[in-house]
T-cell receptor, first 113, second 111 residues
Framework: DAGVTQSPTHLIKTRGQQVTLRCSPKSGHDTVSWYQQALGQGPQFIFQ???????QRGNFPDRFSGHQFPNYSSELNVNALLLGDSALYLC????????????FGSGTRLTVV | GQQVMQIPQYQHVQEGEDFTTYCNSSTTLSNIQWYKQRPGGHPVFLIQ?????EVKKQKRLTFQFGEAKKNSSLHITATQTTDVGTYFCAGQETSGSRLTFGEGTQLTVNP
């Protein structure tokens, strides 16, 4: 059990559609980060949420947006999906903006057709 | 921007042989973290190194952080089939900043 829960586990969308991915952090964690992992590559940082605010952002377009709720859970939204958005989307939770390591969820496999 | 490079990309060993993966950052790091991802799985946190020259051991795994805090290595002694997976290093430039991952080293172990 990873402690971080992501839903859904798999998703197939059509180009141009919008998608929302959800994440519940490990109990006691206050920070949620989102990563995109293409096949055979390392996770790429999308953004990090702490105290319900986006604190840091990676090199991703504005089509990628997110939210953190008062209970620390988070959503990742992607608009106007492109084929290149097909990837494993990982949510990672941590204490105090990741100073002590991250716990990753099992991810959402997004396929855009 | 910060880049983290890892070599080798792939490593095939016979069970019982040793394995080492190397990680190099383009910038000085506050800390470096190591993760293991099994095939079809998600990254699992192994360890965090913070101090210059730090060496930490976890059973057959030895982690080192370079004196300049720009490079790191993971060494596995006497590999087992359970060691199969991709090992990632990930660095933070400042404590609490984004985690930048290397491309990983995929380890396969032949029994």
């Amino acid at each position: 059990d990873a402690g971080v829960t992501q839903s859904p586990t798999h998703l197939i969308k059509t180009r141009g559609q919008q998608v929302t991915l959800r994440c519940s952090p490990k109990s006691g964690h206050d920070t949620v980060s989102w990563y995109q992992q293409a096949l055979g590559q390392g996770p790429q940082f999308i953004f990090q949420y702490y105290e319900e605010e986006e604190r840091q952002r990676g090199n991703f377009p504005d089509r990628f947006s997110g939210h953190q709720f008062p209970n620390y859970s988070s959503e990742l939204n992607v608009n106007a999906l492109l084929l290149g958005d097909s990837a494993l989307y990982l949510c990672a939770s941590s204490l105090d903006q990741g100073r002590y390591g991250y716990t990753f969820g099992s991810g959402t496999r997004l396929t855009v057709v | 921007g910060q880049q983290v490079m890892q070599i080798p990309q792939y490593q095939h060993v016979q069970e019982g042989e040793d394995f080492t993966t190397y990680c190099n950052s383009s910038t000085t790091l506050s800390n470096i973290q190591w993760y293991k991802q099994r095939p079809g799985g998600h990254p699992v946190f192994l360890i965090q190194l913070v101090k210059s020259g730090e060496v930490k051991k976890q059973k057959r795994l030895t982690f080192q952080f370079g004196e300049a805090k720009k490079n790191s290595s993971l060494h596995i002694t006497a590999t087992q089939t359970t060691d199969v997976g991709t090992y990632f290093c990930a660095g933070q430039e400042t404590s609490g900043s984004r985690l930048t991952f290397g491309e990983g080293t995929q380890l396969t172990v032949n029994p």
